[in-house]
């Protein structure tokens, strides 16, 4: 019987996605017919397996095993009408009526009845919700318990199986504060659970592939409360000078790369990167919003990168005029110049969220939401430099909660051979310190463990006398601070 049809896809020509899918039952037969309307039929030899699925070049042939693909060839499934579909396999037939499409929408049909529900696509697959009969083991939502806080505390994860009673698991999970990564493969009956002292986690999970794949994967963050979260917005410009677009910079403050489909401005459109596959194919992962663990640094934030999001990158990159940034177009919309607001969505959770108002700042300046007051720096964080020393680099010093740590200089001005120019460095990274020429060449680097919490002198011997530069960086995020050598 017809099962689903896919008359107008949204994001590919109709000529690449459209599709339609039938569902084979236990028998043999010496043809499969199948009619739309008054057109000429379709003939395949009786296929093999649990489904059929039509398509217009074989190029989009479902890889799934237990499904067979056969060819619509020229007919074109109508977008905006009802159709008449048809089809015969030795005494068994079907004939539906299909509803007129809505772009982007799969047309589903309700059990064994003529009701049609617009729902999403699951091209190749199973719909249980839909479906009797279907072999269904999937995965429910992470839980997770908080076990003891006597200063530190313990949390138990749990993953329930539903459809199921026992199945193989893979199970790889990140900590996102210190980016620790452990990955099993277990055999487990109703449920899994394990304890751990982390309250943020990045958790992905996998169960064997059935008829219905959507729920066999698990890809999902687990984080404390909205406010401490690693992912923040930085910056806001809201009502920038014309031609300048409007954009909004957010900030990877963690030490582990930020998946950028996981998150997406609330109410303002879909998720910032769409899940991918190597050759355009629809696969189980793609086709669900799902990340595989080998692809998990393809579209992510860096561990301390800023990233501007705009809905015009073009316009934007020629207006800034140079390349150090990195751009990502987002469905941003219109941000309110007198008043508004906007925030960051993990799924229905909010990560982080802005507010501002006509006091905030005066327009065409933009503004960091930290601080609340104006700042123009695309891409970079604006800080001060602490220890008697002023000035601002690409990074910050003590006193910004987003940058990854805290710095001083005993001095910017070094006489040659006397006190020796010092570096004081407090994070919970390991930073790297370089010493710069003045023309930016490398003369001298120390890796600076996390919590060293302690002044590291950096030698000038064989430094010429001038201008030179201290180069402190974790990951993405850098400061360079220019010192001065003098006789």
């Not at 539903?162 to 055999?187: K, V």
């Not at 190597?278 to 992510?300: I, W």
């Not at 220890?387 to 690409?394: E, F, P, Q, S, T």
Request: aromatic letters at 10%; glycine letters at 10%; proline letters at 6%.
């Amino acid at each position: 019987m017809f099962v689903e049809f896919f008359p107008d896809p949204k994001d590919v020509p109709d000529q690449e996605g459209e599709f339609v899918e039938i569902r084979l039952d236990d028998f043999v037969a010496d043809s499969l017919i199948v009619q739309m309307d008054d057109k000429a039929s379709l003939s395949f030899g009786f296929p093999r397996g649990k489904r059929l699925v039509l398509v217009h070049d074989s190029l989009y042939c479902p890889k799934i095993p237990e499904v067979a693909c056969g060819l619509l060839g020229k007919l074109s499934l109508p977008n905006s009408r009802e159709a008449l579909w048809r089809l015969r396999a030795g005494t068994c037939s079907d004939s539906v009526l299909i509803p007129t499409p809505k772009a982007g929408k799969s047309l589903q049909r309700v059990r064994e009845t003529g009701k049609w529900d617009f729902v999403e696509p699951t091209f190749g697959f199973a719909n249980p919700a839909y479906e009797d009969g279907v072999a269904d083991c999937g995965i429910g939502p992470v839980q997770r318990d908080l076990l003891a806080w006597n200063g530190d505390s313990l949390f138990r994860y749990s993953l329930f199986l539903s459809g199921c009673d026992s199945s193989a698991l893979w199970l790889e999970t990140m900590d996102l504060e210190s980016g620790a990564r452990q990955g099993d493969s277990l055999q487990i009956l109703h449920r899994y659970s394990w304890e751990s002292s982390s309250n943020s986690l990045w958790i992905q999970a996998r169960l064997p592939q059935d008829e219905s794949p959507g729920n066999n994967l698990l890809d999902t963050l687990i984080f404390p409360a909205a406010t401490r979260f690693p992912l923040a917005i930085s910056e806001i410009h809201h009502c920038p000078q014309e031609p300048e677009p409007e954009w909004v910079e957010v900030y990877n403050r963690s030490s582990v790369s930020l998946p950028l489909n996981k998150f997406r401005f609330c109410n303002r459109g879909g998720i910032w990167a769409a899940a991918k596959t190597s050759d355009g194919a629809a696969t189980a992962t793609a086709a669900y919003g799902l990340v595989p663990a080998a692809g998990r640094n393809a579209d992510s934030i860096a561990p301390y990168e800023s990233v501007i999001m705009t809905k015009d990158t073009a316009q934007l990159r020629e207006f800034l005029g140079f390349k150090d940034v990195r751009l990502v177009q987002v469905a941003l919309g219109f941000l309110n110049n007198t008043a508004g607001c906007i925030s960051i969505c993990n799924g229905e959770t909010v990560v982080d969220s802005v507010c501002w108002d006509r006091h905030t700042v005066t327009c065409p300046a933009g503004f960091n939401p930290l601080t609340m007051t104006a700042e123009n720096t695309p891409g970079f964080l604006r800080g001060e430099i602490t220890g008697g020393v002023g000035g601002n680099g690409r990074g910050a010093g003590k006193g910004n909660p987003l940058t990854p740590f805290a710095y001083r200089f005993s001095s910017r001005v070094v006489r040659r051979g006397g006190n020796p120019l010092r570096v004081y460095v407090e994070g919970d990274a390991q930073v790297t310190i370089r010493l710069l020429d003045s023309a930016g060449r490398e003369q001298w680097r120390r890796e600076v463990p996390s919590q060293s919490n302690v002044w590291w002198t950096v030698p000038l011997d064989g430094m010429a006398l001038g201008v030179a530069y201290v180069s402190l960086s974790v990951g993405k995020f850098e400061n360079v601070v220019g010192i001065l050598i003098r006789p």
